[in-house]
């Protein structure tokens, strides 16, 4: 090794400069720590960059330490051990030749002995050297059995030399949440190593398992019975050891039960404190303000509007009560209400905050309001976090400086968050919680809003009115028929809202296609990255996002010499790629053209890649207003977001919504999925498909049942 021109120390990603003894080949891949003057085999294939040239991309590497004086000191001297300069270096080699390496592991005592060096440096010098081989033992021995080197670095970060033994006499211990390795790459391990397919480690692993894959279903917690079938079922074992372990779980409090539904710890203290600290609010009411009526009746003259009857309940309810809720649909005044809020608010000196759980939802709050809206993440003050979860500084400690806090999108609030947000409060501080109960829940585990309303804790105002002037729109007016279970109005051609007949799935991908290309831009002037956003009900099949995102690209963003590409997962990106983050990470940096700076992209942001370092494997996206930098592997949570699900709409509003509705599988063809999916819409929303499809959709309403327990523990409390 020549040079090492980048290196990302979390993730192992490399560039280098090789010697062959020939040429300097720029070698490129994630490596365990490695130095000037080591010798390396590299395993790969070659590739060639359009900027770069010629690279090696490194699949594999076996990494040996020098073994003469000369390569020593050069490789000493590059400061490969800490403690080491190349004065000090220039002594050592001097005084042990060829041998030096294996004095620093084994006989750190004879270091001493030089002028300088006393016993303690002496042992400080030699843990460094092995610490160094250490990690690179882990990195190779893990990587026997498919765990990558950036794996490898974080957990021989948490478990140190010794990792190797513990993972491989128990695999199931990299399910940890510090790891986030799955339970079936850890079962793939196991299986390898010829372990007991019955043994406790890989039961408890299985049970923890499934209670963490379903908070991806919006659960947090799952009735014991049902656990325990699951796991019988996924692990093939006797219901009796099942059971066993996960009374083991339940009694090292590694799993947590309640009234016979079973909790990961963080789920169960979120939803219990939250309980606690919305009771404290909800009876520590302020001081009634006897200038309410007579201040609502100045907001009115100051804005010429005139309030209805349950908007005006509303503002009365926000301002009387420690907790109240607003919800209703489109069209039915619910910006106007929170207006009046927030001017109430002012009127009466209090200091009001205004947030929203997405970048999007935030930014359309300030439009509608006039006010700075922030994230609940920015709000909280994010920090980062080594192991990928947030910390807040906002917390009961340091709580926010306000005597009102308006949190909007509610139904997108999941139990973790929420329950942070709460800590945040200060005492004596409103809160007033603003979403639509008709649109569908939370990506994340909980179900807040729904929970909320249901406890009876406080004043729910639900406004159904809908103006005369919003029902101008067929959006507005169709989306209420929608979640009233009517059929919606698709016959006529004079409005905002459309739908382009076809039962040939191929012919419908294709007018999708045409719309957001051709058709939209000509006739609307919108811009199909920035304006037009397709939302489809599901992933897979010819209409999912999946097959939609590509026929998109290709028409969109097709390939080209001079466009680079980066492979990141199982997918390769392109600049110029409009891209969604699918899942938090508070640890991306992003810059502002004003010189803000700050941390954190999170589940749903859209954005566009503007600029792809191949040689480095960093990769710009434009989010909005904000410059992301990603690494290769940071990268990985990337998709493609010319096509999105509904359910990672949510909290957003499009200018353009083009909606495919043919062929819904019937696991997502309910109501309040469509509802939310037409309610994205601001200026035209066009369904592709068939009449018969979309009112399959308004008759189905049932909703995906969660198991949650925020309005058990809210109703207990009240109890007591």
């Given at each position: 090794m020549?040079?090492?021109?980048f290196?990302?120390?979390q993730?192992?990603?490399?560039?280098l400069?090789?010697?062959t003894g020939?040429?300097?080949?720029?070698?490129?891949g994630?490596l365990?720590?490695?130095?000037?003057g080591?010798s390396?085999?590299?395993?790969?294939?070659?590739d060639?960059?359009?900027?770069?040239?010629p690279?090696f991309?490194?699949?594999?590497?076996?990494i040996?330490?020098?073994?003469?004086?000369?390569a020593?000191?050069?490789?000493?001297s590059s400061?490969?051990?800490r403690?080491?300069?190349?004065s000090?270096?220039?002594?050592?080699v001097?005084a042990?030749?060829?041998?030096?390496?294996?004095?620093?592991?084994?006989s750190?005592?004879?270091?001493?002995?030089l002028?300088?060096?006393?016993?303690?440096?002496?042992?400080?010098?030699?843990?460094?050297?092995?610490?160094?081989?250490?990690?690179?033992?882990?990195?190779?021995?893990?990587?026997?059995y498919?765990?990558?080197t950036d794996?490898?670095?974080?957990?021989?970060?948490?478990?140190?030399?010794?990792?190797p033994d513990l993972v491989?006499d128990?695999?199931?211990?990299?399910?940890?949440d510090?790891?986030a390795v799955?339970?079936?790459?850890?079962d793939a391990?196991a299986?390898?190593?010829?372990?007991?397919?019955?043994?406790p480690?890989?039961?408890?692993?299985?049970?923890?398992h499934?209670?963490?894959?379903n908070?991806?279903?919006g659960?947090?917690?799952l009735p014991?019975?049902?656990?325990?079938?699951?796991?019988?079922?996924?692990?093939?074992?006797?219901?009796?050891?099942v059971?066993?372990?996960?009374?083991g779980?339940?009694?090292?409090q590694?799993?947590?039960?309640e009234?016979?539904?079973?909790?990961?710890?963080?789920?169960?203290?979120?939803?219990?404190?939250?309980?606690?600290r919305?009771?404290?609010?909800a009876?520590?009411?302020?001081?009634?303000?006897?200038?309410?009526?007579?201040?609502?009746?100045?907001?009115?003259?100051?804005?010429?509007?005139?309030?209805?009857?349950?908007q005006r309940e509303?503002?009365?309810?926000?301002v009387?009560?420690?907790?109240?809720?607003?919800?209703?649909?489109?069209?039915?005044?619910?910006?106007?209400?929170?207006?009046?809020?927030?001017?109430?608010f002012?009127?009466?000196?209090?200091?009001?905050?205004?947030?929203?759980?997405?970048g999007?939802?935030a930014?359309?709050?300030?439009?509608?309001?006039?006010?700075?809206?922030?994230?609940?993440?920015?709000?909280?003050?994010?920090?980062?976090?080594?192991?990928?979860?947030?910390?807040?500084?906002?917390?009961?400690?340091?709580?926010?400086t306000?005597?009102?806090?308006?949190?909007?999108?509610?139904?997108m609030m999941?139990?973790?968050?929420f329950?942070?947000?709460?800590?945040?409060?200060?005492?004596?501080?409103r809160?007033?919680?603003?979403?639509d109960?008709?649109?569908?829940?939370?990506?994340?585990?909980g179900?807040?809003?729904?929970?909320?309303i249901?406890?009876?804790?406080?004043?729910?105002?639900?406004?159904?009115?809908?103006?005369?002037?919003?029902m101008?729109?067929?959006?507005?007016?169709?989306?209420?028929?929608?979640v009233q279970?009517?059929?919606?109005q698709l016959?006529?051609?004079?409005?905002?809202f459309?739908?382009?007949k076809?039962?040939d799935?191929?012919?419908?991908l294709e007018?999708?296609?045409?719309?957001?290309?051709?058709?939209?831009?000509?006739?609307y002037?919108?811009?199909?990255?920035?304006?037009?956003?397709?939302?489809?009900?599901?992933?897979k099949?010819?209409?999912?996002?999946?097959?939609?995102n590509e026929?998109?690209?290709?028409?969109?963003?097709p390939?080209?010499?001079r466009?680079?590409?980066?492979?990141?997962?199982?997918?390769?990106?392109?600049e110029g790629?409009?891209?969604?983050?699918?899942k938090?990470?508070?640890?991306v940096l992003?810059?502002?053209e004003?010189g803000?700076?700050?941390?954190?992209?999170?589940?749903?942001?859209?954005?566009?890649?503007?600029?792809?370092?191949k040689?480095?494997?960093v990769?710009?996206v434009?989010?909005?207003?904000?410059?992301?930098?990603?690494?290769?592997?940071e990268?990985?949570?990337?998709?493609?977001?010319?096509?999105?699900t509904?359910h990672?709409?949510?909290?957003?509003?499009?200018?353009?919504?083009?909606?495919?509705?043919?062929?819904?599988?019937?696991?997502?063809?309910?109501?309040?999925?469509?509802?939310?999916?037409?309610?994205r819409?601001?200026?035209l929303?066009?369904?592709?498909?068939?009449?018969?499809?979309?009112?399959?959709?308004i008759?189905?309403?049932?909703?995906?049942?969660?198991y949650t327990?925020?309005?058990?523990?809210?109703?207990?409390a009240?109890?007591?």
């Open positions: 020549e040079r090492i021109t290196r990302n120390e993730s192992g990603f490399t560039v400069e090789i010697n020939e040429e300097l080949v720029t070698a490129v994630s365990s720590p490695v130095s000037v080591e390396v085999r590299l395993s790969g294939r070659w060639s960059h359009a900027t770069f040239g690279q991309k490194v699949e594999s590497a076996e040996t330490a020098p073994n003469t004086a000369a020593i000191l050069r490789y000493l400061g490969a051990v403690g080491i300069g190349p000090l270096a220039k002594r050592l001097c042990f030749g060829d041998n030096t390496l294996a004095i620093l592991e084994t750190p005592g004879r270091l001493s002995k002028k300088g060096i006393t016993p303690k440096k002496a042992e400080e010098i030699s843990e460094e050297f092995k610490k160094k081989f250490g990690v690179r033992e882990v990195v190779l021995r893990l990587g026997e498919g765990i990558g794996e490898a670095l974080l957990i021989f970060s948490r478990l140190g030399v010794t990792a491989l128990n695999p199931y211990v990299l399910c940890d510090d790891f799955s339970f079936e790459r850890a391990i299986r390898e190593r010829s372990l007991d397919p019955s043994s480690n890989r039961v408890k692993a299985g049970i923890l499934i209670l963490r894959h908070l991806q279903n659960h947090t917690c014991y019975k049902k656990l325990a079938e699951t796991a019988v079922k996924m692990l093939a074992q006797a219901p009796e050891a059971e066993s372990e996960l009374d779980l339940l009694e090292s590694a799993a947590v039960m009234g016979g539904m079973v909790f990961l710890p963080a789920l169960y203290q979120a939803e219990a404190y939250s309980a606690e919305l009771g404290i609010i009876r520590t009411s302020p001081p009634a303000a006897l200038t309410v009526d007579r201040d609502i009746n100045e907001i009115e003259r100051a804005l010429n509007i005139k309030y209805g009857a349950l509303a503002i009365h309810a926000a009387q009560n420690g907790i109240m809720v607003l919800t209703g649909g489109p069209g039915t005044g619910k910006t106007t209400t929170l207006n009046g809020i927030i001017k109430l002012e009127l009466q000196k209090v200091d009001v905050l205004l947030a929203a759980p997405t999007r939802a930014k359309r709050m300030s439009e509608v309001t006039g006010k700075e809206a922030k994230t609940v993440h920015r709000l909280l003050e994010v920090v980062w976090s080594d192991t990928n979860r947030p910390a807040f500084l906002r917390n009961e400690r340091n709580p926010l306000c005597g009102a806090l308006i949190l909007d999108e509610l139904s999941d139990a973790l968050l329950e942070g947000l709460l800590r945040a409060l200060p005492l004596g501080c809160l007033i919680m603003v979403g109960s008709d649109q569908l829940p939370s990506v994340g585990a179900n807040i809003l729904a929970d909320v249901a406890s009876q804790i406080c004043p729910v105002i639900c406004l159904r009115k809908v103006f005369r002037q919003a101008e729109s067929l959006i507005v007016a169709n989306a209420h028929l929608i279970g009517d059929p919606p016959a006529r051609r004079d409005s905002d459309f739908l382009l076809t039962a799935k191929q012919k419908a007018t999708v296609v045409d719309l957001t290309v051709g058709r939209l831009p000509q006739s002037g919108f811009s199909p990255l920035s304006d037009i956003q397709v939302l489809c009900p599901s992933r099949w010819e209409l999912g996002s999946g097959s939609v026929a998109l690209r290709a028409a969109l963003n390939a080209a010499p466009k680079n590409e980066l492979k990141c997962g199982f997918l390769t990106l392109r790629d409009k891209v969604m983050q699918s938090n990470n508070y640890n992003w810059n502002k004003d803000t700076r700050g941390q954190g992209v999170f589940n749903g942001d859209i954005g566009v890649i503007t600029q792809i370092n040689a480095a494997g990769i710009d434009l989010f909005d207003d904000r410059r992301a930098e990603y690494g290769a592997e990268a990985t949570a990337l998709e493609l977001a010319y096509a999105i509904v990672k709409s949510q909290g957003s509003e499009f200018p353009c919504v083009i909606i495919p509705v043919l062929n819904v599988p019937n696991l997502l063809a309910y109501r309040n999925l469509l509802y939310t999916a037409v309610t819409a601001r200026k929303l066009i369904l592709v498909g068939t009449q018969g499809d979309v009112l399959k959709m008759k189905n309403n049932k909703k995906m049942n969660r327990y925020l309005r058990r523990f809210i109703e207990r009240r109890e007591e």
